[in-house]
């Protein structure tokens, strides 16, 4: 870890050292610095350059300077946010054309921001961005299910039954021309999570473009029976993952719908 203070610039606030999580910063002779032995405990979340209000300070070569302010970078308003978590839906219907490479790393980059246990931020993002390479793993999965058909449980059993019949049936994926695979470090603290609020934010970032999304909790599954089918996706065997299928809709929906019923709400 590498700490520096601007002298010029600090007012000696101390608000960097009082939002630091880990305590690792401390003011010394008035001034923002690494407790002795504590550098190691930094987990590069980078608040202290966040909350600077001089931009002062410069964490492992990133200068606060350099990071847009967030005054530069406007929210929307609660009922907008609430209207595209009312109004998003899981698209099973997919349009076959590849959505723009450009578009993609916007998603990617931007999803580079989602939160982790202890800010590990061990994630890695494995996207098929192409149709045909998504009709590759399609085949692929269904051959590797069928070699092991006998020992499928019986849903299973019914999917690659429907497949192997007619190969426009893909139970599996809903004919989407992409996927993005989350995977998560075995060894963070909360690896699973990791990779489910990753999946999470994605889905909302994508259908805030206008993609339609669904959680491809299939993969999962087929993946926990036959773990071969990881290696058609390059999943690591035993690596904990999600994986969201996504695309342009085929299909359009006119109105939200009624959830009211949709869980219980308990106060404390």
């Given at each position: 870890?590498?700490?520096?203070?601007?002298?010029?610039?600090?007012?000696?606030?101390?608000?960097?050292?009082?939002?630091?999580?880990?305590?690792?910063?401390?003011?010394?002779?008035?001034?923002?610095?690494?407790?002795?032995?504590?550098?190691?405990?930094?987990?590069?979340?980078?608040?202290?350059?966040?909350?600077?209000?001089?931009?002062?300070?410069t964490?492992?070569?990133?200068?606060?300077?350099?990071?847009?302010?967030?005054?530069?970078?406007?929210?929307?308003?609660?009922?907008?946010?609430?209207?595209?978590?009312?109004?998003?839906?899981?698209?099973?219907?997919?349009?076959?054309?590849?959505?723009?490479?450009?578009?993609?790393?916007?998603?990617?980059?931007?999803?580079?921001?989602?939160?982790?246990?202890?800010?590990?931020?061990?994630?890695?993002?494995v996207?098929?961005?192409?149709?045909?390479?998504?009709?590759?793993?399609?085949?692929?999965?269904v051959?590797?299910?069928?070699a092991?058909?006998?020992?499928?449980?019986?849903?299973?059993?019914?999917?690659?039954?429907?497949?192997?019949?007619?190969?426009?049936?893909?139970?599996?994926?809903?004919?989407?021309?992409?996927?993005?695979?989350v995977?998560?470090?075995?060894?963070a603290?909360?690896?699973?999570?990791?990779?489910?609020?990753?999946?999470?934010?994605?889905?909302?970032?994508?259908?805030?473009?206008?993609?339609?999304?669904?959680?491809?909790?299939?993969?999962?599954?087929?993946?926990?029976?036959?773990?071969?089918?990881?290696?058609?996706?390059?999943?690591?065997?035993?690596?904990?993952?999600?994986?969201?299928?996504?695309?342009?809709?085929?299909?359009d929906?006119?109105?939200?719908?009624?959830?009211?019923?949709?869980?219980?709400?308990?106060?404390?």
């Amino acid at each position: 870890m590498t700490f520096k203070v601007d002298a010029g610039r600090c007012v000696k606030c101390g608000k960097c050292v009082k939002d630091c999580p880990t305590s690792t910063l401390e003011m010394k002779d008035g001034v923002p610095s690494v407790r002795d032995g504590k550098g190691d405990g930094c987990i590069r979340c980078q608040h202290c350059l966040a909350v600077c209000p001089e931009a002062a300070l410069t964490l492992d070569g990133v200068d606060s300077e350099s990071l847009v302010p967030l005054a530069d970078m406007p929210i929307p308003p609660p009922n907008e946010v609430a209207n595209l978590i009312r109004s998003r839906r899981s698209i099973r219907q997919y349009v076959r054309e590849n959505i723009p490479q450009e578009d993609i790393d916007v998603l990617l980059e931007t999803l580079k921001y989602v939160p982790t246990g202890c800010n590990n931020m061990d994630l890695t993002f494995v996207v098929v961005d192409d149709i045909a390479k998504m009709d590759e793993c399609r085949r692929k999965v269904v051959e590797v299910l069928s070699a092991k058909f006998d020992t499928l449980p019986d849903f299973l059993k019914g999917a690659v039954s429907a497949a192997q019949k007619d190969p426009k049936c893909d139970p599996f994926f809903r004919g989407a021309p992409h996927i993005l695979i989350v995977q998560g470090d075995p060894k963070a603290v909360t690896p699973q999570v990791d990779c489910d609020a990753a999946i999470a934010y994605f889905d909302i970032l994508a259908q805030a473009h206008g993609f339609g999304t669904t959680w491809c909790g299939f993969l999962k599954i087929i993946v926990d029976a036959v773990p071969e089918v990881a290696d058609v996706f390059g999943i690591p065997r035993g690596a904990p993952f999600y994986a969201m299928l996504f695309g342009n809709p085929a299909v359009d929906y006119v109105r939200c719908v009624d959830r009211s019923a949709a869980a219980k709400i308990v106060y404390r």
